[in-house]
């Protein structure tokens, strides 16, 4: 048997206890280490409960309400901090994964096409809205599609004119666009109608108006009944639409190999007084036709090739080549 003042004893110390422990509840460890003391199966509460049956029959109720009350008081510290220190964790974890969309972004600059890529796709436009396909040939080419089908025959000066840069005694890099002519009729009947842009190679020492690396045009159109007055046509259609209007076009005489009779193409800004060349062009020579098996008798055709980088610098009036390739953005960011 117990007595009921010694239960009551009992109960204050662990009165005490609870009430000195409170300060020390500051996390959620600590709070769970008192839930386990005090309120768990076999905490120092439950562990006075297990007294009651010891305690006299006509004082058991009043015991049962004196530890109901201990347990209650137990149940409202650990239920007040366990509020308190949640709340608390929460706020640390919201400011821990705050985003301050008021911070500057991080500044990625976006890239544009090279003002030599948007003159090309300028070019290239015009004629696909006139009906001509865009063509491709090798930068590395054979001497017979640079040469002898165009016409230059090894032992020809014309040959010296284009400063070529050989890989082996037969393979070289090509000097200009032409021989994608040939591979083209190589492989098609005629009516022809291309264009073909690419980059071309001579052995010329970079300066203002020549670089070793540079981008050209060639345009053929083979069929029935063409003849130089269609090709005066196209290129007055090309200088409007890519110059603009009331520029005049002026044709004359020139020599290429591979073109007869042969032209270079002047143009005049309106108000201007000087013509101004801007490609090289002419009827194409029956022995081209014939080396790619055209009967001349039967097609005639036109070609023309012009400089990409000459077409933008008179555009924009760009006044050295080397810009093109130089990388400079203060230059580049301008188109
Ligand atoms: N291939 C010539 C050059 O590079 C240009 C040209 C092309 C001339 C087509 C006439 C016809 O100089």
Same mark, same amino acid.
């Given at each position: 048997m117990i007595e009921l003042t010694e239960l009551r004893n009992r109960i204050s110390s662990v009165e005490d206890d609870l009430k000195s422990r409170v300060q020390t509840l500051n996390t959620l460890d600590a709070l769970e280490a008192f839930r386990i003391e005090f309120?768990? %199966?076999?905490g120092k509460i439950s562990e006075l409960f297990k007294l009651l049956g010891q305690i006299e029959q006509g004082e058991r109720a009043t015991a049962g309400k004196l530890l109901n009350n201990l347990k209650q008081e137990a149940n409202a510290i650990f239920a007040s901090r366990q509020e308190d220190l949640g709340s608390a964790a929460l706020d640390q974890q919201i400011a821990s994964e705050r985003? /301050?969309?008021?911070l500057p972004g991080v500044y990625h600059p976006l890239g544009h096409k090279h003002v030599l890529t948007q003159v090309q796709q300028e070019i290239e436009s015009i004629f696909l809205r006139m009906g001509f396909d865009v063509a491709a040939g090798p930068e590395i080419e054979d001497e017979y599609h640079n040469f002898e089908a165009l016409n230059? =025959? #090894?032992? +020809? =000066? #014309? %040959? !010296?004119?284009? /400063?070529t840069f050989y890989i082996d005694d037969k393979t070289l890099? %090509? =000097? +200009?666009?032409?021989p994608v002519q040939i591979r083209v009729m190589e492989e098609t009947q005629p009516p022809v109608r291309i264009i073909c842009p690419g980059r071309c190679y001579r052995r010329d020492t970079q300066d203002a108006t020549h670089s070793p690396v540079f981008h050209q045009v060639e345009l053929l159109w083979v069929e029935e009944g063409l003849s130089l007055a269609n090709l005066k046509y196209l290129l007055e259609v090309f200088i409007h639409e890519f110059f603009g209007e009331g520029y005049e076009t002026r044709l004359s005489g020139d020599f290429f =190999?591979?073109?007869?009779p042969s032209v270079q193409v002047h143009m005049r800004a309106p108000r201007a007084k000087d013509w101004l060349e801007i490609m090289g062009a002419g009827m194409v020579d029956p022995a081209v036709l014939t080396n790619v098996g055209y009967d001349p008798e039967v097609v005639t055709g036109f070609a023309f090739g012009l400089g990409i980088e000459r077409m933008a610098m008179l555009r924009y009036g760009i !006044? !050295?080549?080397r810009l093109f390739f130089g990388n400079d953005l203060r230059f580049i960011t301008q188109f």
């Amino acid at each position: 048997m117990i007595e009921l003042t010694e239960l009551r004893n009992r109960i204050s110390s662990v009165e005490d206890d609870l009430k000195s422990r409170v300060q020390t509840l500051n996390t959620l460890d600590a709070l769970e280490a008192f839930r386990i003391e005090f309120l768990g %199966r076999k905490g120092k509460i439950s562990e006075l409960f297990k007294l009651l049956g010891q305690i006299e029959q006509g004082e058991r109720a009043t015991a049962g309400k004196l530890l109901n009350n201990l347990k209650q008081e137990a149940n409202a510290i650990f239920a007040s901090r366990q509020e308190d220190l949640g709340s608390a964790a929460l706020d640390q974890q919201i400011a821990s994964e705050r985003i /301050d969309v008021t911070l500057p972004g991080v500044y990625h600059p976006l890239g544009h096409k090279h003002v030599l890529t948007q003159v090309q796709q300028e070019i290239e436009s015009i004629f696909l809205r006139m009906g001509f396909d865009v063509a491709a040939g090798p930068e590395i080419e054979d001497e017979y599609h640079n040469f002898e089908a165009l016409n230059i =025959p #090894a032992d +020809h =000066p #014309a %040959r !010296d004119d284009w /400063d070529t840069f050989y890989i082996d005694d037969k393979t070289l890099l %090509r =000097p +200009h666009t032409s021989p994608v002519q040939i591979r083209v009729m190589e492989e098609t009947q005629p009516p022809v109608r291309i264009i073909c842009p690419g980059r071309c190679y001579r052995r010329d020492t970079q300066d203002a108006t020549h670089s070793p690396v540079f981008h050209q045009v060639e345009l053929l159109w083979v069929e029935e009944g063409l003849s130089l007055a269609n090709l005066k046509y196209l290129l007055e259609v090309f200088i409007h639409e890519f110059f603009g209007e009331g520029y005049e076009t002026r044709l004359s005489g020139d020599f290429f =190999p591979f073109t007869e009779p042969s032209v270079q193409v002047h143009m005049r800004a309106p108000r201007a007084k000087d013509w101004l060349e801007i490609m090289g062009a002419g009827m194409v020579d029956p022995a081209v036709l014939t080396n790619v098996g055209y009967d001349p008798e039967v097609v005639t055709g036109f070609a023309f090739g012009l400089g990409i980088e000459r077409m933008a610098m008179l555009r924009y009036g760009i !006044d !050295d080549i080397r810009l093109f390739f130089g990388n400079d953005l203060r230059f580049i960011t301008q188109f």
